[in-house]
């Protein structure tokens, strides 16, 4: 049954500077929206802020605590603070807690909300936070990564990828079947960690090298845990990879394609005309997500401006490109699904190009059946924004 609407959070602020990482820009401060869309995707209006006294967080994600509410999490430098979600779509916050070292990037958190889990790329570490029963964060334990696949590189934005590779730099993760598997930009792999859930600890799995200068971005796996995909940022591809839960958890690889279009890197290799300083490339990929069916895969093309569509094929997990959709904007950075997988929504850059805003939230509607992206009218504009996410579904 469709929904009578959809909610989404937008996390926008004033731009200041660039950060330490010439990827973004810092915000001293912004909100939180409410964004109520309309059924049909035609009407997208924000219902409601909640502003907010430090920067305007890079990454979310809900989660239903163990006591039954709804909290969302958000991430934003060292620290990570969570928010209630009330029956009106109103955010507010509920309290915050250190992550134990700087630069997270992404976050995620196990199916039984007992652990929340963060990539720290700056500092080239991951750290592991309990969860309470009522959402709140406990003291965090942080383990190293590294050292980089090109360890010791010298240089500076704009002359790598091999710089970015310098040490390790740990850019997403995903818990899947009692592991944490770390997608690793600056090793070049995704690692892997068993979680001992009773003593809240993290020790070495495993780990797969992936083709030099990838630049492993994000994983996502099957909703049976048996097919995981990687988006590689430095070179915009994804690799297809059969987990083994009979041997660990172990990756093995299966597949590597391009997230653009068949020869269009080689027909914009112009630096002159690459988005900022910080590409090396013309496109760097950036999100990753999964239909609600496992039928399909989504990722962003920040310098291409578009979402790459894949189809799934069954039984081996190979991908099949299915539509390049542009994003209407500059640099799609965060995008994400409704709850039901109706509509996408993609967070726009424009200021992380260099360029005037404004940054844009632009929906598109999902065909479920072809897993294709077709434009909504609805659109919305700030400022700068940050970051993107889904809110629980509509209530009476």
């Not at 700087?102 to 592991?128: E, M, P, Q």
């Not at 990929?285 to 989504?298: G, I, K, N, T």
């Amino acid at each position: 049954m469709t929904q009578p609407y959809y909610d989404f959070c937008v996390a926008a602020g004033e731009a200041s500077g660039r950060d330490a990482t010439g990827g973004g820009r810092h915000w001293d401060g912004g909100a939180l929206y409410t964004c109520r869309l309309d059924s049909d995707g035609s009407v997208i209006r924000v219902v409601s802020t909640t502003g907010l006294h430090s920067a305007a967080p890079g990454y979310l994600t809900v989660t239903r605590t163990r006591s039954g509410e709804q909290i969302l999490y958000a991430i934003s430098g060292e620290e990570i603070s969570w928010f209630s979600i009330g029956a009106d779509g109103k955010i507010g916050l509920r309290g915050s807690a250190p992550t134990g070292i700087d630069r997270a990037a992404h976050l995620c958190i196990d199916s039984t909300a007992r652990l929340l889990f963060t990539a720290n790329y700056g500092s080239g570490t991951v750290s592991l936070l309990p969860i309470a029963e009522d959402g709140a964060l406990g003291e965090a334990k942080v383990y190293w990564h590294g050292p980089g696949a090109h360890d010791g590189s010298e240089g500076s934005w704009g002359e790598g990828p091999q710089f970015r590779q310098e040490s390790a730099h740990p850019h997403g993760v995903v818990v899947c079947d009692g592991q944490l598997y770390v997608a690793d930009l600056g090793t070049n792999q995704v690692v892997c960690w068993t979680i001992d859930f009773d003593n809240r600890t993290l020790r070495p799995a495993s780990a797969i090298t992936l083709h030099d200068l990838a630049g492993p971005r994000h994983i996502q796996f099957t909703s049976g845990g048996e097919v995981g995909f990687v988006l590689n940022e430095l070179d915009n591809t994804v690799c297809v990879l059969r987990r083994d839960a009979a041997e660990g958890g172990g990756l093995s690889l299966v597949q590597t394609l391009s997230s653009l279009p068949q020869g269009w890197t080689e027909a914009h290799n112009d630096p002159a005309t690459f988005p900022n300083e910080v590409y090396s490339k013309p496109s760097h990929a950036s999100e990753l997500l999964l239909s609600p069916d496992d039928r399909f895969v989504y990722a962003s093309n920040r310098g291409h401006d578009s979402i790459a569509v894949f189809g799934i094929d069954a039984p081996d997990g190979k991908l099949t490109p299915l539509q390049f959709e542009p994003t209407r904007g500059r640099i799609p950075w965060v995008f994400c699904l409704s709850e039901d997988g109706r509509f996408v929504v993609v967070q726009n850059n424009h200021t992380r190009a260099c360029e005037t805003g404004p940054d844009s939230v632009v929906v598109f509607r999902r065909d479920e059946h072809t897993g294709l992206l077709n434009l909504s009218a609805a659109r919305l504009e700030f400022p700068t924004i940050s970051s993107v996410w889904a809110l629980p579904g509509s209530r009476p």
